[in-house]
């Protein structure tokens, strides 16, 4: 799981900067959706967030930002290239997923602090782990109640459903991201199939 704890993002070389632009305009869709599935919001998880230019940009509406980060997370000062949000005034509408895109432009601000660092491992990885451990640490990103495809379903199974059915991750790698057993993790991913195929009715306790 990916640490915790402040980082602080160092000077880059500007071709290490061009690759982490690169980096997020080709991962920041698919991650935006995961997000998305994760925090149980409705709707197009890229609407609002893609850059005219077509490149895929994520970047934050004017008035989508919390006005309280959840607790450990790093203040939005310094946004690594390709997620700055546009200046006040802009016209950009606000995206369909805010609590999404802020969880997404936090995991991918602590990937670019580690970008020298991660040299052959995977980016993309790196910030799935960070997205996974933000929304894990604080109640905050799954606290409102979401209109989204898993919004009820409880958060460890939405997380687990998301993992090994949207993301494709191994059970044992699930079981150890997550700290759980591999049976346990086979378990509630069988729950959240069967929530999602025979939803309980109005009133009733989910089995």
């Known amino acids: 799981m990916a640490s915790g704890g402040a980082r602080t993002a160092g000077p880059r070389q500007p071709d290490g900067a061009r690759e982490f632009a690169a980096y997020v305009g080709g991962a920041a869709p698919r991650l935006l959706r995961t997000a998305a599935l994760l925090t149980g919001e409705a709707g197009r998880a890229g609407a609002g967030t893609e850059r005219p230019d077509g490149a895929g940009t994520v970047r934050g509406a004017t008035g989508t930002e919390p006005a309280t980060p959840p607790t450990g997370t790093e203040p939005l000062g310094t946004e690594p290239p390709g997620t700055e949000p546009p200046s006040t005034g802009s016209t950009t509408p606000e995206p369909a997923a805010p609590l999404a895109l802020a969880l997404l432009r936090r995991a991918l601000a602590r990937t670019y602090a580690d ?73 509630l991913c069988a729950r959240g199939v069967r929530l999602l195929l025979h939803p309980p009715g109005p009133g009733a306790a989910a089995p």
């Open 115 to 187: 970008w020298d660092r991660l040299e052959s491992g995977d980016p993309y990885d790196h910030t799935r782990a960070e997205l996974l451990a933000l929304f894990l640490r604080s109640s905050w990103y799954r606290r409102r109640p979401g209109r989204g495809p898993l919004a009820a379903l409880p958060a460890r199974v939405r997380l687990v459903l998301v993992l090994r059915l949207y993301e494709g991750v191994p059970e044992e790698q699930v079981a150890a991201l997550l700290g759980l057993s591999v049976d346990r993790v086979r378990l």
